[in-house]
């Protein structure tokens, strides 16, 4: 069992913090947010993630984890200090280090004896490096060993991604440092979880290579997904089709309106500006994002198409406003992209998702929401789905109609039946499948 701390109490830092307290270690989880740490020492959890609750609650109860703002203290009392702070994009597009190594100044004046130093958080290669100066100016090396330890835990199966991963990446500069490390997560041998032995560079680059291919997937099956829509071809058999090629794999064939999310939008430019950097730019990531970027803007032509050009004054129902089903994250998602440019042609938007209502109310508190789909779509022109929540696939689509002014539906995520579509009488369009406009 070892004394951990954790800077940064978000998606990330608290499924961490949850996780490694139920693996049996002592926890504290910090964070600058005072009001996020009152939450969570009141059994309130701040963000929506499946399985998260009771998690905390337990080892809240056991007394494993602790909540606190007292970064200082939390830091001197710990081994090994976890940085899972954020590291959005900046407007240059690269990542913001900035919280990163605000976290590295507080470890570095609280080095009152030997730690590990872990970086969570996706950080461009040589990130690391700069670490270990901001705390080497202040302390000697024999007081800390550096290790890169990025995470792979998808939003809405969280705490599952974090208890069960496909592989541990640990990167390090000593022996001594990569098997403390193990120790942590010692519960997971028993999964005989593959773990990854390599230098703090290379997990820098793993994480980053990692995000970046899967965000090429998509942007390879939504550009697959386009060119179906014109030579008649279906999306959903060819990804399927393709999948069981093993040397492709069926994951992340999903066509839809462009990824998004707090990774994969920021991760991809930070890579290829990494890459632009070192003069070698990445092609492959480039057109990633440039395809991504196109997406959202075709979604809206498609919306168009289906109102016949006449998207001013129409009453636009948007299903689904998080950017992926069981989270209530909406950084980067299809509908922060979508909705301004619906608003900026003159359509009125009436809104609903099951969880992210509050996260979006925040950047969009002008637009109209409601708290059934039955009341978003009520009396609207066009319906558009934008997230694949299980509500939604099961939504009934006799009812949908008889509520709509007209049915016009916009299916991103090919979550409906065509045919049930047709035989209703709907006019509808859905990406890389067969339309009826
Ligand atoms: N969200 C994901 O699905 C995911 C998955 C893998 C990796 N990551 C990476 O993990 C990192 C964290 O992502 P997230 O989504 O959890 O971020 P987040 O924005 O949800 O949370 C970051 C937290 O850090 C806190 N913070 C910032 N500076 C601090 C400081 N100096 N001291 C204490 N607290 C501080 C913030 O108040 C916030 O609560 C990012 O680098 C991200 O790219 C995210």
């Not at 407007?91 to 970086?119: P, Q």
């Not at 461009?124 to 330890?149: M, Q, W």
């Not at 609207?380 to 934008?386: K, P």
Request: net charge positive.
């Amino acid at each position: 069992m070892e004394k951990i701390c954790i800077i940064g109490v978000g998606y990330v830092g608290l499924v961490s913090g949850a996780g490694l307290s139920e693996f049996g270690n002592e926890v504290t989880c910090v964070d600058l947010d005072q009001e996020k740490i009152k939450q969570l020492n009141n059994y309130e959890i701040p963000i929506y993630e499946p399985g998260l609750k009771s998690l905390v609650k337990t080892n809240f109860n056991n007394k494993k984890l602790h909540f606190t703002n007292d970064i200082n203290k939390a830091i001197r009392n710990s081994k090994i200090i976890f940085i899972a702070v954020g590291t959005p994009q900046k407007k240059n597009g690269e990542a913001d280090l900035s919280y990163v190594y605000a976290a590295a100044n507080s470890i570095a004046d609280n080095l009152n004896n030997y730690k590990i130093i872990c970086t969570k958080s996706t950080v461009p290669v040589g990130t690391g490096y700069e670490i270990e100066k901001i705390i080497l100016s202040k302390n000697d090396n024999k007081l800390f060993d550096y290790v890169s330890n990025p995470e792979f835990l998808r939003e809405g199966s969280a705490v599952n991604d974090f208890m069960i991963p496909d592989r541990l990446v640990i990167g390090s500069r000593s022996n001594k440092a990569f098997n403390l490390m193990k120790n942590v997560y010692r519960p997971l041998f028993i999964n005989e979880t593959p773990i990854v032995n390599s230098s703090v560079e290379t997990a820098e680059m793993i994480k980053y290579a990692s995000n970046a291919f899967l965000a090429l997937k998509i942007s390879y099956i939504n550009e697959i997904a386009n060119l179906c829509e014109i030579v008649g071809a279906d999306v959903h058999q060819v990804a399927k089709a393709m999948g069981q090629d093993g040397r492709i794999s069926p994951k992340f064939l999903h066509p839809g309106p462009g990824f998004g999310g707090s990774c994969f939008p920021k991760d991809t430019v930070a890579l290829s500006l990494l890459g632009t950097k070192n003069k070698l730019p990445l092609k492959t990531v480039e057109a990633a994002i440039e395809v991504n970027n196109n997406q959202s803007i075709r979604m809206v032509e498609k919306i168009n198409n289906l109102l016949d050009n006449k998207v001013s004054n129409k009453k636009i129902s948007i299903l689904g406003l998080a950017f992926k089903p069981k989270t209530d994250d909406v950084r980067e998602a299809a509908s922060r992209k979508i909705i301004p440019q619906l608003i900026k042609l003159g359509a009125t938007i009436h809104a609903y998702d099951p969880v992210a209502m509050n996260n979006f109310k925040y950047h969009f508190p002008d637009i109209n929401y409601f708290d059934n789909w039955e009341d978003a779509v009520t009396e609207t022109d066009a319906c558009v789905i934008l997230t694949e929540w299980n509500e939604l696939r099961g939504i009934d689509l006799r009812k949908l109609k008889s509520l709509m002014s007209k049915p016009v539906i916009l299916d991103t995520k090919n979550i409906l039946s065509v045919s049930n579509l047709e035989k209703l009488g709907f006019k509808y369009d859905n990406v890389g499948r067969k339309v009826s406009i």
